[in-house]
């Protein structure tokens, strides 16, 4: 018999899994406790639950994460893991700076969306990730730096998270829900719905569908100011197209609290591709209806790709006329770059 996977069962989900064993619900927040404050993950050592539950779920049950296969250290402080997950391969980027310590998790193993500049779209998709296999990585990291002795003040080892790993997340949509309601449960990591952040190439259906589900934020990987430019570098725009993807976005903040009315925007800068004074003006038409934040990203070298960075003047030109025309917007700080682990860089 195939032992349930502890991790892979939200609140609800593990309620209903204790009441079917005759057990009450006040254990549901112990066992979610033990995992995700304790990390522990051998139920003898589960000391407050009674023995014969113990051995239950000694024979039920298992709590099992994902195996690290690899790690690699950037100069800049960045921490790449490869992960292993049932024999295929994921990667996470620890990203630790003065104020926060970000975790970049994956959703799926290769991604389906195909984005023409993306390391991630190079590899053949497998398969969705487990809700296991998702906050699996945010456990395995926690774990993996306590047990390095990094110094994290009030311990909190993890600050944020972000959806911008390997994968589209709305096309891993209960799998992605599940976990994020992990994230936020009182009991389980207790993070505020304010310090996740999702980040989508524009999936319409799914940006419907989670309002009223949970309220994160949501950041649109836009990278082109028209719909002809965006078809040629993302494919998925071919399905979804930008005045559609832009309609669900704002139906999208209008219910969310997290977002607090503004739409936050990735745009990756590639040399003469979509960082001419030209595009910035069609960007600023395109949002003007719109309180916006956008991410303006440097682009990362990808092998086997052929665009190149735009120029540190071009950037800085193109970042310079959105701030003439009052659209807040930064121009992302590159890190990990010496071991891959870049916006768009990772594949394994």
Do not use: W
């Given at each position: 018999m195939k032992k349930i996977n502890l991790l892979d069962l939200n609140r609800n989900m593990m309620e209903n899994f204790f009441l079917n064993l005759g057990e009450k619900k006040f254990v549901v927040d112990q066992i979610i406790c033990w995992i995700y404050k304790k990390f522990c993950f051998n139920f003898s050592l589960m000391h407050n639950i009674s023995k014969k539950l113990r051995n239950k779920?000694?024979?039920?049950?298992?709590?099992?994460?994902?195996?690290?296969?690899?790690?690699?250290?950037?100069?800049?402080?960045?921490?790449?893991?490869?992960?292993?997950?049932?024999?295929?391969?994921?990667?996470?980027?620890?990203?630790?700076?003065?104020?926060?310590?970000?975790?970049?998790?994956?959703?799926?193993?290769?991604?389906?969306?195909?984005?023409?500049?993306?390391?991630?779209?190079?590899?053949?998709?497998?398969?969705?990730?487990?809700?296991?296999?998702?906050?699996g990585q945010i456990l395995l990291v926690i774990n993996f730096l306590k047990k390095k002795k990094y110094f994290i003040k009030n311990n909190q080892y993890i600050t944020n998270i972000v959806f911008m790993g390997m994968g589209e997340p709305l096309l891993n949509f209960d799998n992605v829900i599940n976990s994020i309601k992990i994230m936020t449960d009182n009991h389980g990591f207790s993070f505020s719905k304010r310090k996740i952040v999702l980040s989508t190439s524009g999936i319409v259906p799914y940006i419907y569908k989670l309002i009223g589900i949970v309220d994160i934020i949501i950041t649109l990987s836009l990278h082109a100011p028209n719909n002809t430019l965006r078809s040629k570098i993302m494919s998925i725009n071919n399905i979804y197209n930008l005045y559609d993807i832009l309609k669900a976005m704002s139906v999208y903040i209008k219910n969310s609290k997290s977002n607090k009315g503004k739409l936050n925007i990735e745009y990756i800068m590639l040399h003469n591709i979509n960082d001419s004074y030209k595009y910035?003006?069609?960007?600023?038409?395109?949002?003007?209806?719109?309180?916006?934040?956008?991410?303006?990203?440097?682009?990362?070298?990808?092998?086997?790709?052929?665009?190149?960075?735009?120029?540190?003047?071009?950037?800085?030109?193109?970042?310079?006329?959105?701030?003439k025309k009052k659209i807040f917007s930064f121009i992302r700080k590159t890190r990990g770059l010496d071991i891959n682990a870049s916006c768009g860089q990772l594949c394994k």
């Open positions: 779920l000694l024979i039920l049950c298992e709590i099992k994460l994902p195996k690290i296969f690899d790690i690699k250290y950037s100069i800049d402080g960045v921490i790449k893991l490869v992960l292993n997950v049932n024999n295929d391969f994921i990667e996470t980027v620890y990203i630790p700076e003065k104020r926060r310590k970000t975790l970049c998790i994956s959703s799926q193993i290769g991604c389906p969306i195909k984005c023409s500049f993306c390391a991630t779209g190079k590899m053949k998709f497998k398969r969705n990730l487990l809700v296991s296999e998702i906050i910035a003006v069609q960007l600023v038409n395109l949002l003007k209806n719109f309180s916006v934040k956008i991410n303006l990203i440097p682009y990362n070298n990808v092998y086997d790709v052929i665009y190149t960075k735009s120029s540190n003047e071009r950037i800085l030109l193109f970042h310079n006329y959105l701030k």
